[in-house]
């Protein structure tokens, strides 16, 4: 199997505000044809530490792929570098700088001189077209082993990758088709998902898999490489429903799904309605339910009921249900569900409030405790769950068990 490695440049790229997802989109589409992506790096704008970087990534995979640093400006120095890495003269193209003289009086305006930087490219390599920009990107090929030069934005990058550099690595790949499923299992460890499965996928050596454990759930991937996609994905509709019945409701899709695509898609299937009460999530279920379109098929409303008087006053909880039992409680949980049902006259009421922290816990109810309450026309329940996290993941995986709960009341009835 052919390898890669993808480089990110640019030094806003290792502050917190910025976020290579190049990369991301590259491996995506580089695992599509038979390409395994074996390191990632992101160099700041140094030009020995992005030297190093090249030549070392030349001598261990058949494919690099550079991204960025090919501006106009001083810290561009993606294109003098790359050169230097494999021996070769920057050369003046006059016609890329016709090109970029055209293209700014198209803009409007005439293009200033410290431009013309992007004329020059590394003798012997193929320009990539950039239409959507002025830096062109290059490919250049030696000893069968290719550097690939793109562009930073996405909408540069991704259409110059597209057209102009997978053709290329097709070609080398040959007939080979690659297809992938993701599976979502929630309530589970990555440990347990793996000591589970991993008898069933280790006897599929034409699968590749890899188990991943995001900030709400487990993603089981399997890439399957055969001659043809039906191949493919027969291999791959055998596993997953070995892997699926294995794991049994933990599994709440094998399409890659979102827990709030799921939910949807089965509270529109049976025509039901669904409202949420919430605490300490701050309206983080409503949202992520609504950020699914057509949501308003289903979802009726939502309340934030942060402090004890607004789940008095909103959801009608009995003022001495929080002064025996406490706001984060099983009682108020389902207090909150069984008032936002009447309320909204919904068919189900999910509810959240618990402990998110910083501050707040105790040795009874630490930080991290969490108290989902469901209702519907049957009665009220409740789950106590203890997660781990920051205020950040605590919130998110404390949404993600309300709609986990709520899934799972729905497959029972």
């Keep these: 199997m052919l390898t890669a490695e993808i480089i990110a440049i640019g030094s806003e790229l290792l502050t917190p505000e910025k976020t290579d997802t190049n990369s991301l989109w590259l491996t995506e589409k580089l695992n599509e044809i038979g390409i395994e992506v074996m390191l990632k790096t992101i160099v700041g704008d140094d030009e020995l530490r992005l030297l190093e970087t090249i030549k070392d990534a030349l001598h261990r995979s058949k494919i690099v792929i550079l991204t960025g640093g090919l501006g106009p400006t001083e810290d561009d120095i993606t294109r003098q570098v790359a050169a230097k890495a494999v021996e070769r003269e920057l050369v003046f193209r006059q016609e890329l700088e016709a090109e970029l003289r055209v293209r700014f009086r198209r803009w409007g305006r005439e293009m200033p001189e410290i431009n013309k930087r992007q ?101 089981v ?122 309320r909204s006259g919904t068919d189900y009421a999910v509810s959240v409030t618990g402990i998110a922290g910083p501050d707040g816990g105790s040795e009874e109810k630490p930080v991290g405790t969490v108290f989902v309450g469901y209702a519907d026309s049957r009665g009220t329940k409740s789950l106590k769950l203890v997660l781990p996290g920051d205020r950040y993941l605590i919130r998110w995986r404390a949404s993600q068990a309300a709609l986990d709960y709520l899934r799972r009341q729905m497959l029972k009835h």
């Design 119 to 219: 004329a020059f490219v590394i003798d012997g390599a193929e320009v990539l077209p950039n239409p959507n920009g002025s830096a062109v990107g290059m490919l250049f090929e030696h000893d069968e082993t290719y550097l690939i030069v793109l562009p930073g934005p996405p909408r540069e990058n991704q259409p110059m990758f597209t057209d102009f550099v997978l053709p290329v690595l097709q070609k080398q790949v040959g007939e080979v088709v690659v297809r992938r499923r993701i599976l979502r299992v929630s309530g589970m460890g990555e440990s347990a998902v793996d000591s589970a499965i991993a008898p069933i996928y280790k006897t599929y050596e034409s699968v590749r898999t890899a188990i991943l454990f995001n900030k709400t759930e487990v993603e």
């Design 221 to 342: 991937h399997l890439y399957s490489k055969a001659e043809t996609a039906e191949q493919a994905d027969a291999v791959l509709a055998e596993l997953v429903e070995k892997i699926a019945e294995a794991l049994g409701v933990a599994v709440f899709t094998t399409d890659g799904e979102t827990m709030e695509q799921v939910i949807g898609r089965m509270l529109k299937e049976r025509g039901k309605t669904v409202s949420v009460a919430e605490s300490c999530t701050g309206g983080l279920i409503g949202r992520r339910i609504t950020e699914v379109p057509g949501s308003s098929a289903y979802f009726i409303e939502g309340c934030v009921t942060y402090a004890n008087e607004a789940k008095i006053r909103t959801l009608n909880v009995p003022r001495e249900t929080l002064e025996s039992f406490g706001a984060v409680s099983a009682e108020t949980a389902e207090a909150m569900a069984k008032g936002m049902l009447e």
